[in-house]
Nanobody
């Protein structure tokens, strides 16, 4: 069973930065696109960013474009989400997901991590 473990969440002041990590088991990065989703209280789940398995192409939600960067270390099976210029609107639980395809798509991911809390507050 493929496992995804997020880390790096925490409390940060507005304007600050955080880097989330997603450690994947097996060869997840070789077979699946890895995405980050987030969900804030009372809001719908939102796709934040995605990196494809084959060529490493990336996608971002408009709300995070130019502030967030997704990257990966395939040798270590880790995907990162660097988040800069954070605002209170970025407060949410962030989830790492895998699949269902090797490319980034709108299909529902096949695997989810347990999530990590990100709180932006002064």
């Amino acid at each position: 069973q493929l496992q995804l473990v997020e880390s790096g969440g925490g409390l940060v002041q507005p304007g600050g930065s955080l880097r989330l990590s997603c450690a994947a088991s097996e060869l997840a990065l070789d077979y699946y696109a890895i995405s980050w989703f987030r969900q804030a209280p009372g809001k719908e789940r939102e796709g934040v960013s995605c990196i494809s398995s084959d060529d490493g192409s990336t996608k971002y939600a408009d709300s995070v474009k130019d502030r967030f960067t997704i990257s990966r270390d395939k040798a270590k099976n880790i995907v990162f989400l660097q988040m800069n210029r954070l605002t209170p609107d970025d407060t949410a639980v962030y989830y790492c997901t895998a699949g269902p395809d090797y490319y980034c798509s709108d299909s529902k991911p096949g695997y989810w991590g347990q999530g990590t809390q990100v709180t932006i507050s002064s």
